[in-house]
């Protein structure tokens, strides 16, 4: 029986849960369970429930509803909380997965402890399992649970996908180890008193981690930089999230306490990770980018070399309590590149004081023509990426374009006048010089 204080604390924590909030991407939730499990989850399901989701619960040996048909996703999210299932239907598999997330569709994946096509489906988003029976173990701190139902400390920003303050984590399950993957985020670290071993102990024994490291290779699974829930964002923005053990969602986890008089906090961090995956929170769009001459309003087809251009992008934020996008000025190392192949210039990309979700910038056309693109390419853990070409063309100054006079060319000028009038002065000396002796000549014959 719990008390009426920790019911409170409950319910406290429930109604952070009941907030309304919208996926930027749709409602639809297609849940893979075990029937017989379903209630053991109430908690997590109901908090989506009154989130907006419409929720479609499925048994892991029933084939219907299909998730793709006609290479279309039925679903806007899949959560799949049948860890233990043999048979998942023939489409849940490894590949079926990889497909919906081609199909922009996100994806909550609880791993089992035991081997299972799950374990191929991690290896494809370079995540490595220890080996089949082989589960997080911790003995610190001391308490009263089994050593695989470890409470882990979440510290503050140590998860870009966590953007509040979350109280411990019950977590039971297997650990993950990261590959070189530059779209894995880790959420939820491992703690580094712990490790993952071969053998299941449920009594604190320093042995255990003694005969797990004597054992070598992938005897030992050690250290925070194993992760016990792992995120992956898609470059089509799809999320999915890995959870080491399906007792993260759970009812009973939920209202547990971590310490005395402390309600856990797993209420909030399945809200969280649900969030994220579902593309709640951390998702930015590209509205419009507009270019032009600097003191100029209208777009040009061509640009000349040396020109002077702005170039501006508007970025919106979608805000899921009210379900809409919104301007966005928050980001701090947006950039942007002009480029023809290789960048030819790379400069800042900051926001505009007084114009909500406007980003703009100046800079000169170098002095070579060609095809060049604006390239906006923004790719930060967690948020969703920006990316954004425009083509246009850099052409050399018509005939007409050029100065009529070069101000570096004055010497040849000099020296083209000089020649000019020298020869001027010449000819005319000359012709004056045969028309005297011409006359004199005439002068003589007569006399």
């Not at 997965?97 to 909550?108: G, M, P, R």
């Not at 005897?219 to 898609?234: C, D, E, K, P, R």
């Not at 399945?270 to 995956?277: D, M, R």
């Not at 693109?373 to 050029?402: A, C, M, Q």
Request: aromatic share 10%.
């Amino acid at each position: 029986m719990f008390s009426l204080r920790r019911w409170c604390l409950l319910a406290l924590s429930l109604a952070g849960v009941l907030v309304d909030a919208k996926s930027s991407t749709g409602d639809s939730v297609l849940v893979v369970v075990d029937p017989a499990q379903q209630d053991n989850y109430s908690i997590f399901f109901n908090g989506l429930k009154d989130q907006g989701y419409e929720l479609t619960f499925r048994s892991p040996k029933v084939e219907k509803p299909v998730i793709i048909e006609d290479n279309v996703s039925n679903f806007a999210h899949v959560i799949l909380l049948a860890p233990e299932a043999k048979n998942l239907g023939k489409d849940i598999t490894p590949q079926s997965i990889v497909e919906l997330l081609s199909l922009k569709t996100n994806v909550v994946v609880a791993l089992p402890t035991k081997q299972s096509p799950l374990h191929a489906l991690a290896a494809e988003f370079s995540l490595i399992l220890p080996p089949p029976g082989s589960p997080l173990i911790s003995y610190s701190p001391k308490r009263d649970t089994p050593s695989t139902l470890i409470p882990i400390s979440v510290e503050d920003h140590s998860s870009p996908v966590l953007t509040k303050h979350i109280r411990p984590v019950w977590f039971s399950g297997i650990p993950q180890a990261l590959g070189n993957n530059p779209l894995l985020i880790p959420i939820l670290r491992a703690p580094a008193e712990s490790f993952a071993s071969e053998v299941t102990v449920t009594s604190g024994s320093a042995e255990a981690l003694v005969d797990a490291a004597e054992k070598g290779g992938e005897g030992l699974w050690a250290g925070s930089s194993l992760s016990a829930v792992t995120g992956f964002q898609a470059t089509n923005g799809a999320r999915i999230t890995f959870v080491g053990g399906a007792e993260v969602f759970s009812d009973e986890l939920a209202q547990k306490e971590a310490e005395q008089y402390v309600q856990s906090g797993n209420i909030d961090f399945v809200k969280e990770v649900a969030a994220w995956t579902f593309q709640e929170n951390l998702v930015l769009r590209i509205e419009k980018v507009e270019h032009h001459l600097v003191n100029g309003t209208e777009p040009k087809e061509t640009y000349t070399i040396n020109d002077n251009v702005e170039f501006s992008a508007y970025i919106s934020k979608w805000n899921p309590a009210k379900g809409e996008w919104q301007p966005y000025s928050g980001l701090k190392d947006l950039q942007l590149e002009f480029t023809m192949l290789d960048p030819f210039v790379r400069t800042a990309l900051p926001p505009v004081n007084g114009a909500p979700g406007k980003y703009s910038t100046a800079f000169r056309a170098p002095d070579r023509h060609g095809v060049f693109k604006f390239v906006i390419n923004h790719k930060r853990k967690g948020w969703s990426f920006l990316e954004s070409s425009t083509t246009v063309p850099v052409v050399p100054p018509r005939h007409d374009g050029y100065p009529r006079f070069l101000s570096a060319a004055w010497p040849y000028y000099a020296g083209a006048i000089s020649t000019s009038v020298a020869f001027f002065l010449f000819s005319t000396i000359w012709l004056a010089g045969e028309a005297r002796d011409s006359k004199k000549g005439k002068a003589a014959k007569s006399e």
